[in-house]
């Protein structure tokens, strides 16, 4: 009696059986499965798009500026300063106490006032050097914003709410920021009231804008809305 061989790469009987017994790859998922993935994907967006607390970019840049904001800009410069303020602070507290004393002690005009309100000067033009490297680094990278955006959920854009160029985060980290500050009555920031894109003095000259932090997916349309 002969027995046929199974021939390498054919299926024997039954084949056929199981080929009916296999779903089908096109049937619809149910309900709750797709739920599921729903789900799953809104987690590895990475954020919420409420706007707080620290959301941190992933690798496909799924978050950029939606809507423009300006109260958020305000705290989140609060932030930044007293963060680079504590800093300088931390590290120069004990000359920085002694110059603070001498200046507040010394007689008006006296050699040792000058020497401290030179001392004084140069911890403060420290302190700008230093935001400027911070605000700069920042706003640069891939998060495109300060600790201080972070925390309230902004973000650093250009006018279209893409990424901005580094040309523009320097220009608007130096002779902007330079420029907006020494403009009276705090003018240079409170026009960002009175704009449809709450920009700025200092968003304006670099082209920049702060916007609210969200998936990119939602910022379609702004770009055209506010440019």
Known sequence: MTTSRPVFGKKTSGAAGHRAARPAQSQALSAKAEAFLQSEREKSGGQ???????????????????????????????????????????????????????YIEAPMGSPEENAASAALFGYALLWGCLESAYNIGMEASRLQATLGKMLVGAVVTDRDGGKPGLGGIIMRNTLGRFIVNVVPFCAGYVMGLFRKDRRCLHDIMSGTMVRKRVPAALSEGYGEVFA
């Open 48 to 102: 919420d798009s409420s706007g707080g607390g620290f959301p941190f970019p992933s690798n496909s840049n799924n978050v950029t500026g939606g809507k423009p904001v300006w109260g958020r800009r305000v705290i989140a410069r609060i932030v930044d300063e007293l963060l680079v303020w504590g800093l300088v602070f931390l590290v120069f507290h004990e000359d920085l106490g002694r110059q603070v004393s001498v």
